[in-house]
Nanobody
Framework: QVQLVESGGGSVQAGGSLRLSCAAS????????MGWFRQAPGKEREGVAF????????YYTDSVKGRFTISQDNAKNTLYLQMNSLKPEDTAMYYC???????????????????WGQGTQVTVSS
């Protein structure tokens, strides 16, 4: 079955960096949309960064453009999120997700993603 396991979260000071990893199994990694979402306490889940693994095309929400980079390693079936210049407002639980199908109508919509990891906490202090 499909499994997504995130790692790499932690606590850093503002301006610091973290790299999140998502180990995927149970499906052909290079055939779906993969994304990182985050959810802060009391807030809705927000799409952060997305990649179409077949072409490696990437998309980002405006608040992380230029600071975060999503990437994939097909040989390791692993998705990454490199986060630089972290800000306190980046504090959230971060989730890796896989699209339900190979195509999506809107890459940032959580409803397009059926499979989710358990999440990894990122805390940025000022």
């Amino acid at each position: 079955q499909v499994q997504l396991v995130e790692s790499g979260g932690g606590s850093v000071q503002a301006g610091g960096s973290l790299r999140l990893s998502c180990a995927a199994s149970g499906f052909t990694f290079s055939s779906y949309w993969m994304g990182w979402f985050r959810q802060a306490p009391g807030k809705e889940r927000e799409g952060v960064a997305f990649i179409y693994t077949q072409s490696s095309s990437t998309y980002y929400t405006d608040s992380v453009k230029g600071r975060f980079t999503i990437s994939q390693d097909n040989a390791k079936n692993t998705l990454y999120l490199q986060m630089n210049s972290l800000k306190p407002e980046d504090t959230a639980m971060y989730y890796c997700a896989r699209s339900t199908y190979g195509a999506v109508r809107w890459w940032a919509a959580a409803s397009e993603y059926k499979y989710w990891g358990q999440g990894t906490q990122v805390t940025v202090s000022s």
